[in-house]
């Protein structure tokens, strides 16, 4: 594999991303959840609803930019996970429910370049559908409250951009998935079955930051209790998985 | 010597249960279509599958172009194999864009190859339509012409003629006739014996995975030929005709 080569996959690969349904609405249904779920939910708990703010949690009772942002952050963390998994287990799983893989052999083209272009649309698409939710948050945030966000509230946008972007890293999985098991279903199943395990790892508590899936959502939320170290052990998990899809593709046959 | 633009010995892929293929021996030569004929399951997809690198043979090589296929130019192959290299969302030109660029062309060569396969194939009307509006048989043309656009010196097609009505038949027909005379070797699986007596030079049958002899294209009654090959063969190895 050359750059010259990987740059004629990321270009097709990047044309078939931008024509995609399942890519535009998984953002907008991701961005639009977001912020409406943090919106609603302050002024839920703002207006006085004791159940919904005992619910949210002591951050998110206090009202405020903090409550925006906290609701933001868990949402991302857990919607973002199921988001981004269906778009990338779309762009994997598809090739093999359409039938179009066949003609993804026998091309100067190899597979592992074109895995890896998929790859790297995907995180591009990640990153911007990231971007426009933290955009997004921003303004609903300043309807709710009605105030610019201080210091405080900068850095916690900062955090939801940079968890959103993570949890599309952490769905990288999915494209092992679709592609040892040809198709959709089981990469949306791995897809899942990581965020049950994530909420419960969450849910838990101490030590979660050791488990990947997790460690961007505990230190978004509670950046004091998930060190460096946790974050950069997170990091290997995608690329793990990255890996692991391109050499699956490169030694894919069609004999199922 | 004519060139042997794919040559396959003792090519082995069994499946458990029994299906594949054993101990295929051919060859197609620059400027031939050759055709593969058999029955249904006789192993015709998994051969060309084995061609095309989707599968690894247990035993036997193949070359395309005189190279293996680890270090064969896939810039010059074209194959259609199954289903058509078609996306849904996008439309006919967009289609064979991605096609002519995975096939190494650059933007301003794809456009003119795109361009040409669109005509040749009649396609034209249907450049600016999605390919999941399309009709199977326009699917299948649109498949075929990003197998043929870039004018690969080796094609491979498994029953191209699936789905295609009369006209579509022919102009398949024509644009292989005319691949085969710029020097390509064209390799197509079909079924239909009528159908691939009008274009093949040369056609070998094959029968539950092996290679039992081959028929004139040019013969009298090509299909008794054909089921007394495959007869003969089931009757040796103790199978009855399905």
Known sequence: MNLSMLATAVAVEGRKAAASRVLTSSAILLIVGVAALAAATTAAAGSGNEQLAAKLGPLAATGGWPAVLNVATQVTAAAGLLAYGVGLSWMFGREFTDGTVTGLFGLPVTRPALALAKLVVFLLWGAATAVALTLAVGLVGFAVTGQLPQPGDVAGLGRLLALAVMTAALAVPAAWAATLGRGLLPAIATIVGLMAVTQIVVVAGAGGGWFPPAAPALWALLPATVGGAELLFAAFFPLLFGGLTLHAWHRLQLDR | ?242
């Open chain 2, 1 to 242: 010597m004519t060139a042997a633009r794919i040559e396959v010995c003792g090519l082995t892929r069994l499946f458990s249960g029994g299906a594949g293929v054993q101990g295929i021996d051919f060859d197609v030569t620059a400027g031939e279509i050759h055709a593969l004929v058999g029955l249904n399951g006789a192993g015709k997809t998994t051969l060309m599958r084995l061609l095309l690198g989707m599968l690894r043979p247990t035993a036997g090589t193949v070359h395309i172009d005189r190279q293996p296929l680890r270090t064969a130019d896939w810039s010059n192959v074209g194959h259609l194999v199954e289903t058509p290299l078609a996306y849904g969302e996008l439309d006919g030109r967009a289609n064979l864009m991605l096609a002519a660029r995975l096939h190494g062309a650059d933007a301003g060569r794809a456009a003119r190859m795109v361009d040409d396969v669109l005509a040749e194939l009649n396609l034209t009307r249907y450049a600016a339509v999605r390919a999941r509006r399309m009709s199977l048989g326009n699917r299948q043309r649109l498949g075929l012409a990003a197998a043929l656009q870039h004018h690969p010196r080796v094609v491979v097609l498994d029953e191209p003629t699936n789905a295609l009505d009369p006209a579509g038949v022919i102009l398949l027909r024509e644009a292989l006739v005319r691949r085969a005379a710029e020097g390509a070797g064209v390799l197509v699986s079909s079924h239909h014996l009528d159908e691939v007596a009008r274009v093949a030079h040369r056609i070998t049958v094959i029968n539950a995975g092996r290679v039992i002899g081959t028929l004139d294209p040019r013969g009298v009654d090509i299909e008794r030929s054909f089921f007394a090959l495959v007869h003969a063969d089931d009757t040796c190895h103790d199978r009855s005709v399905r």
